[in-house]
DNA sequence: CGATAAGCGAGACGGTACGTCACGTCTTGGC
DNA sequence: GCCAAGACGTGACGTACCGTCTCGCTTATCG
């Protein structure tokens, strides 16, 4: 509205593909290759453009990762079964796919380099934060809402031990050179969710 | 005669400490600069041995790396405080205290980096399959004996949720640059194991 | 148009003086400090570029020295007298001067390294069998066309009679440190001229 | 006398062939690889001794590799021939054997190695000018004294060309790939010697 | 004859230069 | 003004060699 979007026009415009060319490039080349081993020389070269073209857009070889990896992002379509466990399960199981998944998986990784390096954490954490832990948070004020859910329980704690729980799942996965199909996600999720509801001692088993 | 050892005692033997200064060295590193920033030559330099010492020993930077954060293992010694809670509130405080550590922490990046080039896993996978899986089963084994836990659950999602918890719950920690204290470590370590081991709707655990 | 030259102009060019400079910091740093203690990086560094542009334009340290060291090739400005006694005169001196200068001396030593290893010699042995023999040869044939020599010498001989006379010379200067002013090298020519040229009976000239 | 030569005796003797081997293990291995490539390992590996046998003897590369050349040293066993003429052409053409052989010809690549570097030419300089000097000059002083030769002579230049041309001869002949047969030195240091002697003068041919 | 001393083969040691490769910047000509 | 190409200065990589240093052993002389 009256600026007219500053100082648009003057020269040629960016390539309107490029960004997800090399974003794509980026995520494919950190995947094959990992931290090391993944350079800018490929990855301009597999997305078929010059070095220039990445460095304008990104500052540099952080920057592009951890773009890449973030914009895989998981999908956080508000989850809202209408009952505390099949909220639960539906994020688990989503939370399973996405660490099985190589974007998902880069983007665990991203993270432990950025929390390694305490630097330019600034939007990583809060969009680790806010986004996945407002998540949970709504679930567990629905289920408390609804009488599920006791309101002393922590959503911080749950929100670890899911998250946690599905990451070290896909860790050890990958540690045996297993990968899992969806059925067998499926019945984790089930493992995970039952592990986390429930009193575990040895008469606690009726909630059939 | 006993020692054996084949064609041992030719050529001055292999200095004794110096293992053991490169190990630290490395570690100390990794810690300050990340992955990115880890030099070989520092670390030779920071443990007064030339380059060449060090590559008599590992063959590249991945190898020590490697076994640098894996030689820091998390201690192990068999937890046995005789209930089933006692148990995992020691194991889930060793936890969080290691992960939260700079040892321990560089320990889980590596595990994250060998997990996702898929190769050389030889020694590690099973080492953090068998060393840390053993313990939770042998810690769940006699819980059953005992009549404190249903046979039903599967120590492997348990180990998962435990892991992950207090390995999500590190990273959350250094994202915030926050650092935790032993009793705020404490603290925390009931919170994740009232959770999972209790029912946790609205009544505690009359849900009969 | 004109120029062609292929695939031109595609990426920056190479930065025009680099060749200079390079051959220049290596004639002074193998001039100061020998074979032995003559480092790329030194080269590299007094040139004020990267190694990078050195090894993208030598493939090593032998392709470099050697072509520093003969780019510095003796100015052979056809020399031309009018009396076989003056051509020789001055070529002895040119020589002389040659291989008591720095950039000649280390000319020399390349030459000798080159033909010790039997390798890479296509350019430099036609280089100096072709330019340097062809030289003397023109003066003998004007000398025996004038009546001055006798058609039956071998321009071969004399020219390793002059130029190893000359090299010769050179070290023993060096290995006596000597350094020789423009004087006495002008008086030492007029000697290992004369020697050549005339029966040195204890009568000069008429032993008939 | 007396002394009985000092404090010889008490410990181990050094193994007697050892010098020997490892000199000629030292002047192999630089006339089949130069200088560069050229490494006291193989040295020590080839004449099957240890490093530190070597290096007690020597102090380092420079003084092995002097006097494994050196002491290759030209026979100089007095050439007395009873004319000037038989004199120069015995001494040319033992010269020229001793350029074209693989000894004598690193023994002029380490004169030029040393006189490069301008140290340690302490006892080299001396051998250099004092026996190889010493050899011409008593050849001219014998033919003075029978007549056949002018004192103005100066035996330093005449020096420098019968060594040049020889050396000369020896570097064309390996630059070019050329093995010369003894007849054909023979015939070298004839054409050299009489260039030397003779006017050169067209009408100068009445020698026969 | 046993203690003492030096030589010896082997090979690890702290350095340092090698030649390669990637980073992030810069400089072309073309679009 | 964006783009592909690619050269640039910098600096780490992993290798190889230098000259030194320990080992365990052998070989001599001296007390």
Redesign the pocket.
């Known amino acids: 509205m009256g600026t007219g979007e500053g100082?648009r026009g003057?020269?040629?415009?960016?390539?309107p593909g490029?960004e997800d060319k090399i974003l794509a490039a980026a995520l494919a080349e950190y995947g094959e290759r990992g931290w090391a081993?993944?350079?800018?020389?490929?990855?301009?070269?597999r997305?078929?453009?010059?070095?220039?073209?990445?460095?304008?857009?990104w500052?540099?070889?952080?920057a592009l990762l951890t773009e890449a990896v973030t914009s895989q992002g998981l999908e956080l379509t508000g989850v809202d079964t209408g009952t505390f466990r099949g909220d639960l399960l539906q994020l688990v199981h989503n939370l399973l796919r996405h660490a099985h998944s190589p974007g998902g998986w880069a983007a665990w990784r991203v993270a432990f380099d950025v929390a390694s390096v305490h630097q330019r954490l600034g939007g990583f954490s809060e969009a680790v934060n806010q986004v996945h832990g407002l998540q949970v948070e709504q679930i567990c004020q629905r289920a408390v809402d609804r009488g599920e859910l006791a309101a002393t329980v922590s959503p911080g704690i749950l929100t670890s031990l899911i998250y946690g729980a599905t990451l070290v799942d896909a860790l050890m996965a990958r540690l045996n050179d297993r990968t899992a199909d969806d059925a067998t996600l499926d019945r984790r999720a089930l493992e995970i969710v039952d592990l986390v509801l429930l009193d575990i001692g040895p008469e606690g088993a009726d909630h059939s």
């Open positions: 100082a003057r020269g040629r415009p960016r390539t490029a081993g993944f350079t800018m020389d490929a990855v301009a070269r997305a078929g453009v010059g070095k220039s073209t990445v460095y304008l857009r500052h540099d070889k952080d």
